[in-house]
């Protein structure tokens, strides 16, 4: 037998969302927090017309949308670092980082792939438990040690969607050491309305050790195409292209990118969209008896402990997936007004 890493047999295979459908054929997938609208035609011109060119292989240096990028947030080029997905730039600050006995700290829970990242890089997760549903930055800051390279902050949360306000965060960001890299996952940033949660690009500019993950995959609607960036001082942005598999970013993924970022205002529309759904769903839950903690994501969460797995259940009879984290809640991404109100008959139905 081949020997493999003794790390492998601790870590959880990934499970991909099950699809489910009503007995009447209806299916609705709120389990992934993709976007429910369809890709735009504008987008989808621009990669039949890429795929002109995939005989070749992409710009490696994805000049182009590198650009766009930079453009768009008014950073320089040398800020940004580009990966197959912003779950791959995470992969990458992990390899950039770990080194055996090196420490991340993140909240816990919190995205489903850091524990897997660190894991398979090598480096030792710190867990610090959410209070409540929220970050709690001050044990955070505690569980930072000489050990410690790397903080993932996740806001909004995945799967609490809560998030954390600007002077709490920047009270954490002031106590963490300078050779600490903090991470601000914004995979979310687009759904954020609550002026008081900050735009990481404004706080990183004065901090050479914070920097800031953005994907295409949510808001602009590529999770297929798997596209995602880092902004950060030219020091943690050149350590993360070190990291890149060659030619990771293909080129349907490079010109999807650049097409959205030119169809921004339509995109952008289709968010707020999704954001009035957000409020219509939550309040229409708090109505049904829910306790829903506040979100600046495309989701929401419950907190259903032992009832988990049963809720997701009676949402499959309904034709809703759902994201269950058994023994702890569900978190339910927000959809098209049919979508949504499948899942609010499911929701109040469990009540009963
Ligand atoms: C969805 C998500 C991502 C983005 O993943 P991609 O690899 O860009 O598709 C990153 N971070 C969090 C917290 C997410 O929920």
Same mark, same amino acid.
């Given at each position: 037998?081949?020997?493999?890493?003794?790390?492998?047999?601790?870590?959880?295979?990934? %499970?991909?969302?099950?699809?489910?459908?009503?007995?009447?054929?209806?299916?609705?997938? /709120?389990?992934?927090?993709?976007?429910?609208?369809?890709? +735009?035609?504008?987008?989808?011109?621009? !990669?039949?017309?890429?795929?002109?060119?995939?005989?070749?292989?992409?710009?490696?240096?994805?000049?182009?949308?590198?650009? &766009? !990028?930079? @453009? %768009?947030?008014?950073?320089?080029?040398?800020?940004?670092?580009?990966?197959?997905?912003?779950?791959?730039?995470?992969?990458?600050?992990?390899?950039?980082?770990? @080194?055996?006995? =090196?420490?991340?700290?993140?909240?816990?829970?919190?995205?489903?792939?850091?524990?897997? #990242?660190?894991?398979?890089?090598?480096?030792?997760?710190?867990?610090?438990? #959410?209070?409540?549903?929220?970050?709690? #930055?001050?044990?955070?800051?505690?569980?930072?040690?000489?050990?410690?390279?790397?903080? $993932?902050?996740?806001?909004?949360?995945?799967?609490?969607?809560?998030?954390?306000?600007?002077?709490?965060?920047?009270? $954490?960001?002031?106590?963490?050491?300078?050779?600490? #890299?903090?991470? *601000?996952?914004?995979?979310?940033?687009?759904?954020?309305?609550?002026?008081?949660?900050?735009?990481?690009?404004?706080?990183?500019?004065?901090?050479?050790?914070?920097?800031?993950?953005?994907?295409?995959?949510?808001?602009?609607? /590529?999770?297929? *195409?798997?596209?995602?960036?880092?902004?950060?001082?030219?020091?943690?942005?050149?350590?993360?292209?070190?990291? !890149?598999?060659?030619? &990771?970013?293909?080129?349907?993924?490079?010109?999807?990118?650049?097409?959205?970022?030119?169809? @921004?205002? @339509? +995109?952008?529309?289709?968010?707020?969209?999704?954001?009035?759904?957000?409020?219509?769903?939550?309040? &229409?839950? !708090?109505?049904?008896?829910?306790?829903?903690?506040?979100?600046?994501?495309?989701?929401?969460?419950?907190?259903?402990?032992?009832?988990?797995?049963?809720?997701? &259940?009676?949402?499959?009879?309904?034709?809703?997936?759902?994201?269950? $984290?058994?023994?702890?809640?569900?978190?339910?991404?927000?959809?098209?007004?049919?979508?949504?109100?499948? $899942?609010?008959?499911? =929701?109040? =139905?469990?009540?009963?």
């Amino acid at each position: 037998m081949p020997r493999f890493r003794a790390i492998l047999d601790t870590m959880p295979a990934y %499970r991909p969302g099950k699809a489910v459908a009503a007995a009447d054929g209806r299916s609705y997938k /709120l389990s992934s927090n993709e976007s429910p609208y369809d890709p +735009l035609p504008s987008v989808v011109e621009a !990669i039949a017309e890429g795929a002109r060119q995939i005989h070749r292989y992409p710009d490696p240096g994805a000049i182009g949308l590198t650009e &766009a !990028i930079a @453009e %768009r947030h008014g950073v320089p080029a040398s800020h940004i670092a580009l990966g197959a997905g912003s779950v791959t730039v995470a992969q990458q600050l992990f390899e950039a980082v770990g @080194e055996p006995g =090196a420490e991340v700290v993140y909240a816990w829970r919190s995205f489903e792939a850091y524990p897997l #990242l660190a894991d398979l890089s090598g480096v030792t997760s710190v867990r610090v438990p #959410l209070a409540g549903e929220d970050h709690d #930055l001050d044990a955070m800051a505690e569980a930072v040690t000489e050990r410690t390279r790397m903080v $993932f902050v996740c806001n909004p949360n995945n799967p609490t969607g809560t998030s954390v306000r600007r002077a709490q965060l920047e009270s $954490f960001l002031d106590r963490v050491p300078g050779d600490v #890299l903090v991470v *601000l996952d914004e995979a979310y940033r687009e759904y954020v309305r609550d002026a008081d949660v900050p735009d990481g690009l404004t706080l990183y500019r004065d901090r050479p050790n914070v920097c800031v993950l953005r994907t295409f995959s949510k808001a602009y609607g /590529l999770a297929g *195409l798997r596209v995602g960036y880092l902004i950060g001082h030219e020091p943690v942005a050149a350590a993360i292209r070190k990291t !890149i598999i060659p030619f &990771a970013v293909n080129h349907l993924a490079q010109v999807a990118a650049v097409a959205s970022l030119r169809a @921004e205002d @339509e +995109l952008l529309e289709r968010v707020d969209r999704v954001v009035k759904e957000r409020t219509r769903v939550r309040e &229409a839950l !708090i109505a049904q008896g829910w306790t829903v903690p506040p979100t600046e994501a495309n989701f929401v969460w419950l907190r259903l402990g032992d009832r988990t797995l049963d809720f997701a &259940a009676a949402c499959a009879v309904e034709g809703v997936a759902v994201r269950p $984290f058994a023994g702890e809640g569900a978190r339910v991404s927000i959809g098209d007004p049919e979508a949504n109100d499948a $899942f609010l008959k499911a =929701a109040a =139905a469990f009540l009963e």
